[in-house]
């Protein structure tokens, strides 16, 4: 026996399609805003950074999303005891250095941000790939860290002033201190 569909019926029925449409709509983009949040509140400044570099929300979410998969998959570890007393020290020594020699100061710095990378397990890598790294974990960082790195290498006759390297020292300070923290790096996988 065939159907009669009135048309009355055939309006209700658009009006239900049309509304399941709003509705699923309207949870998509729900669940994109509270992605895109959650990205910008776990990586910050890295976060706008990123949209501009790649031209969209959604693919910067991609790319951020790419550097925690990269970062899950190295063997990150916390320092010991005696590795974290010698770049105390080494730290106090490139610190002393900067009254008179300011620019090795922030040079020597960089290199020893370097070392301390390589000994939490950050891969050897172009300064581009490790603040990326980087910024999987510690994203509260990496505007001090980019600023001082732009200012360690700058040569010729753009070199960086007195106060800008005062600056990179205090920058690299902060850095080094958040690489040092034990447990740090635990506690922001596990608010992931």
């Known amino acids: 026996m065939p159907i009669h ?22 949870i998509y983009l729900s669940v994109r805003k509270n992605r895109s949040k959650g990205f910008k509140d776990r990586f910050g400044t890295e976060y706008d950074r990123a949209v501009l570099e790649h031209g969209s929300a959604h693919k910067a979410e991609s790319r951020l999303s790419d550097r ?51 000994a939490r397990g950050y891969p050897k890598a172009e300064f581009e790939q490790r603040a990326n790294d980087v910024s999987v974990t510690y994203p509260l960082v990496m505007e001090n860290y980019r600023n001082a790195h732009s200012i360690a290498v700058r040569t010729g006759p753009r070199e ?33």
């Open 68 to 118: 925690q998969t990269r970062v899950e998959a190295l063997k990150l570890r916390e320092l010991g005891a005696t590795e974290r007393e010698r770049f105390v020290n080494e730290w106090h020594i490139v610190q002393s250095r900067f009254v008179d020699h300011p620019k090795a100061a922030v040079t020597e710095a960089d290199d020893l941000i370097n070392s301390l990378l390589e």
């Open 160 to 192: 960086a002033t007195t106060e800008e390297l005062r600056s990179a020292m205090i920058q690299y300070r902060a850095i080094f201190d958040d690489l040092l923290k034990a447990g740090k790096s635990a506690d922001v996988k596990s608010a992931a």
């Open 5 to 26: 569909i009135t048309e009355a019926q055939s309006v209700y029925a658009a009006f239900f399609v049309v509304i399941g449409i709003l509705i699923v709509v309207g």
